[in-house]
């Protein structure tokens, strides 16, 4: 099994361009994240998807839409990118049920420069 | 609301050395998972545990152990005899389910750990 692959690996953007983040797991997980990683700072959420067709916002979702066609796939996306977007981006997906959290696995991340 | 505190920000020790890395939480729920991460430089997030809040016995796999105490609301980690490739950051993070059963993970500000040769 892969696990979580993320693409692309590294991405530098001008000011106000757009991007997708693609984010793909094969473990039939029902549950998907999309966090950013500032240095020196853990991990804030952006958001998350409890399963195909139904996505929420997280903690910090200005800037970004994401969608969830499918139960592998749940792209992220920046439609007019900031340097304040520059971050380290992580894909998560679990299998939860209601109450009870399941351990959350992680892809390799997207760096991601504004410029 | 839920946080996680990791007070100490970097940690250097000697190889050989135990260190002992803290997190502490707070939360309102009665039922809750606590986890541990390691990132290594590579970048990626490694799971290292997870413990639910009914669970508070102590827990030992290989060197890494951690000490889950309700009373003081912590979920130490320790590392005996450290290693060169225990060099990391660590991240604790605590997961509740909020009203609409989303499964909530607020992760602290993490632990860089460096083990010098």
């Known amino acids: 099994n892969a696990g979580v692959t993320q693409t692309p690996k590294f991405r530098i953007l001008k000011i106000g361009q757009s991007m997708t983040l693609q984010c793909t797991q094969d473990m039939n997980h029902n549950y998907m994240y999309w966090y950013r990683q500032d240095p020196g700072m853990g991990l804030k959420l952006i958001y998350y998807s409890v399963g195909a067709g139904i996505t929420d916002k997280g903690e910090v979702p200005n800037g970004y839409n994401v969608s969830r066609s499918t139960t592998e796939d749940f792209p992220l996306r920046l439609e007019l990118a900031a340097p304040s977007q520059t971050s380290v981006y992580f894909c998560?997906?679990?299998?939860?049920?209601?109450?009870?959290?399941?351990?959350?696995?992680f892809g390799p991340g997207t760096r991601l420069t504004v410029l | 609301a839920q946080k996680v505190t990791q007070a100490q920000t970097e940690i250097s020790v000697v190889e050989k050395e135990d260190v002992t890395l803290d997190c502490v939480y707070e939360t309102r729920d009665t039922t809750y998972y606590l986890f541990w991460y390691k990132q290594p430089p590579s970048g990626e997030l490694v799971f290292l545990i997870r413990r639910n809040s009914f669970d508070e016995q102590n827990e030992i796999s290989g060197r890494y152990s951690w000490n889950f105490q309700k009373s003081t609301s912590s979920f130490n980690f320790t590392i005996t005899a450290s290693q060169v490739v225990d060099s990391a950051v660590y991240f604790c993070?605590?997961?509740?389910?909020?009203?609409?059963?989303?499964?909530?993970?607020?992760f602290g500000t993490g632990t860089k750990l460096q083990v010098i040769p």
């Open positions: 998560a997906s679990s299998y939860s049920l209601e109450l009870a959290p399941e351990t959350q696995y």
């Open positions: 993070a605590l997961s509740e389910a909020n009203s609409g059963g989303y499964q909530k993970v607020t």
